[in-house]
């Protein structure tokens, strides 16, 4: 059986529940589920500075059940977790400098809201699959490249410590409770419907909106710091397989790339498929420069070993899918 065929076994006329699910993420892998037929449930708190949008879902208006719920109440997970086979947990603050500004709203959405949602499992759902997106910035500044996943990890930030204790919680309650659960360490996942009005979600976000604009990109330090990118969909795809295969229980699993690019040359190929546009090259913001983590690119050998997963999409390609998206549906983003 293909890849596809064997997604559509597993997830076909099954229940999903996805927290954050009209943000970003949430919303592309909505997307591909209803492709799968599954029934889907949304949830998303809607506040402005986290993420969601409902136009992230306007292809599937009437294909999903939206509910307006903040993962902080727990009374609502509940109830929301009940008779689900899956959850997709990706509701989370994702902001680096918002956690250093408000650390105790950080603590209660990456941390505390992530006890609620096990316990809810816990006490209401315990046959649940659960997969986390969890993300690379736990790693902190890299000891060697590629970090793979025994990798020591030393975040650098609030968000960074609070994302690493949920991604904890969800492992410890798979070992200690049976709670199928499972973290996928996500790099830089970039592409359409990404937040694009500030650099909340990913400094490339902003980038993308300043070429369209006609602005310059702000390339900060020396812009020879090396990244990895994944596009949406092949993100989409490691979520699925993590959830289909019972041997990812317990498990986490880094993301990654066959490409590694350094953000002035990042700039000037999204300069190129723009057509037009320039960069410059920028100091480190005082507040930014102590939680920078350097050089950084995953190994991912082992989510290929395990799952069969390996990045589809080009960055190339990519970037210039995400410009395309952006240049037609700029009145919902900007």
């Known amino acids: ?42 949830v998303d708190s809607l506040i402005p500075e986290y993420g969601g949008n409902l136009r992230n879902l306007h292809e599937v208006a009437g294909r999903v059940r939206l509910n307006i719920a903040d993962v902080r109440d727990e009374h609502s997970m509940n109830y929301l977790v ?6 997709f947990n990706l509701a989370g603050q994702t902001s680096h400098m918002d956690s250093m500004r408000d650390p105790y709203t950080d603590l209660e959405i990456n941390c505390r809201s992530q006890l609620s949602i096990l ?13 986390y997106a969890s993300t690379r910035q736990i790693y ?16 650098t930030d609030v968000n960074g410590i609070n994302k690493m204790a949920g991604e904890w919680y969800h492992i410890l309650y798979n ?11 996500l790099t830089n996942t970039y592409g359409p419907r990404m937040r694009v009005k500030d650099a909340r979600q990913t400094f490339l976000g902003i980038w993308i909106k300043r070429v369209i604009d006609g602005e310059p990109v ?3 330090g020396d812009g020879l710091q090396i990244r990895d990118f994944t596009y949406v969909d092949d993100c989409v795809e490691a979520l699925l397989l993590a959830a289909k295969e019972p041997g990812a229980a317990g498990q986490v699993f880094n993301l990654g790339s066959d490409e590694t690019i350094n953000l002035r040359d990042l700039a000037a190929l999204l300069i190129e498929l723009n057509g037009a546009g320039r960069f410059e090259i920028i100091p480190y913001p005082a507040d930014r420069k102590p939680i920078d983590i350097g050089d950084y690119y995953g190994d991912y050998r082992r989510i290929q070993g395990r799952l069969g997963w390996t990045p589809q999409v080009r960055l ?15 009145e919902y983003y900007w």
Request: proline share 3%.
């Open 82 to 87: 009940q008779g689900q086979d899956y959850l």
């Open 175 to 185: 070992n200690v409770y049976g709670i199928s659960a499972c973290a996928l360490r």
């Open 218 to 220: 702000q390339v900060w």
């Open 119 to 131: 316990e809810a499992c816990r006490k209401h759902n315990t046959a649940i699959k659960v997969v």
């Open 316 to 330: 190339r390609d990519g970037l210039a899918r995400t410009l395309a998206f952006y240049r037609e549906n700029r």
């Open 140 to 155: 902190g500044k890299p000891d060697y490249l590629p970090v793979d996943e025994r990798h020591l990890l030393h975040p």
């Open 1 to 42: 059986m293909n890849k596809t065929a064997a997604l559509h076994t597993a997830f076909a006329g099954s229940r999903v529940l996805i927290t954050g699910g009209a943000g970003f993420i949430g919303s592309s892998l909505a997307r591909r589920l209803c492709d799968l037929g599954a029934e889907i449930t949304v």
